[in-house]
């Protein structure tokens, strides 16, 4: 049995915020608790204290920053904790925290435990960022500009299941689908962020634990992506489409 939409109207939705700056988590904390049906249940610092307290307290929605600080970012969070829920699960055991009794199965939320939905709420919007959220297994992205009154409504959307888009993103995501742009990997992605950097050849492969020759060849094949034959253009063109921060 799936649950019925007025048993969520009674249920409040369980969030978890992970930002890494207090001050934030402070001010989405007191925003969310002045909604109605919306109840902050936990608070991360960081990506590995996301997943941790995820697996630990169901969640119905995870509130997500991508940027971090140190340790794994909030796309490897994303990444782990829709990994995680999608694995067979043997929490369905009695005692398990106000628990019904019944197996957990996955999407079942509010209230059914299962795979917590991932909402992304970040300042960067670049389609890199976008896309990668989403393959990770993001329910939503959000901006941190967004009203109030949207970000409670594409918390209980996320809640349910359903995706939410704000406007500038879900813009360029059309935009995105009517004229593809490269492809990148993540390897690619890297090099050509250190590239943005001013880095040497020589100086990529010591900051990415990788041969100069690697380096080159990764080159090779980003400027044939990009339609370009210089460092410079590279980036000019990666900038152009949004590929970089």
Known sequence: MTPSAGASEHTPVRVLLCDDHAVVRAGLLALLSSAHGIEVIGEAGDGEEAVALAAALHPDVVLMDLQLGSGIDGIEATRRIARAGAAPSASGSPGSPSGSGSPATPGSSPTGHGTPHVLVLTTYDTDADITRAIEA??????????????????????????????????????????????????????????????????????????SEATVKTHLGRIYDKLGVDTRAGAVSVAKEQRLLP
């Open 137 to 210: 297994g993001a329910t939503g992205y959000l901006l941190k500009a967004e009203r109030p009154e949207e970000l409670f409504s594409a918390i209980r959307a996320a809640a349910a299941g359903r995706s939410t888009l704000s406007a500038p993103v879900a813009h360029r995501v059309l935009a995105q689908m009517r004229s593809p742009r490269p492809t990148l990997t993540d390897r690619e992605l890297d090099i050509l962020g250190q590239l943005a950097r001013g880095l040497s050849n020589r100086e990529i492969a010591r900051a990415l634990f990788i």
